[in-house]
C-alpha cells in the first residue's frame, strides 16, 4: 500500500486512542476483579443482594478492554503519508482547498 513518491503509510501505534482506553479500562478492571476475589465481606455481599459486583463489574471490564485492544489489532488506524507537496512546504491544504 505504498503512494506516487513510494512512502509507506504509517500506523498509529502506541498512540491509538484505543490502546489508551483498553489501558486504563483493564487496569480498573484488575482492580475490581482482585477485590471482588480477595477482600469482599458478607457484609459487603448483603449489601449488595448476595452478587459480587466488585467481581462481575471487574470482569466486565477486562472483557471491554481485550475488545477494544482486539479492535485496535484488526482495525489499526494508518496515517496518511505527507503529499509532495506538503513536505516542500511544510503546512497542510486548509480544508476547502
Known amino acids: 500500500m505504498a503512494t506516487e513518491s513510494g512512502a ?4 498509529a501505534g502506541a498512540f491509538d ?3 489508551i482506553i483498553a489501558l486504563l479500562i483493564g487496569v480498573y478492571g ?4 482482585v477485590l471482588g476475589i480477595g477482600f ?6 448483603q449489601k449488595a443482594a448476595r ?7 471487574g470482569i466486565g471490564m477486562l472483557v471491554v478492554a481485550a475488545l477494544f485492544f482486539t479492535w485496535s489489532q484488526v482495525r489499526p488506524l ?3 503519508a505527507p ?3 506538503e513536505e516542500t512546504t511544510g503546512t497542510t491544504p486548509a480544508a476547502g482547498e
Open 17 to 19: 486512542i484505543r490502546l
Open 83 to 85: 503529499t509532495e507537496a
Open 51 to 57: 452478587v459480587n459486583i466488585n467481581l462481575w463489574a
Open 40 to 45: 469482599t465481606s458478607d457484609a459487603d455481599l
Open 8 to 11: 509507506r503509510p504509517k500506523k
Open 30 to 33: 484488575v482492580i475490581l476483579t
Open 78 to 80: 494508518v496515517v496518511p
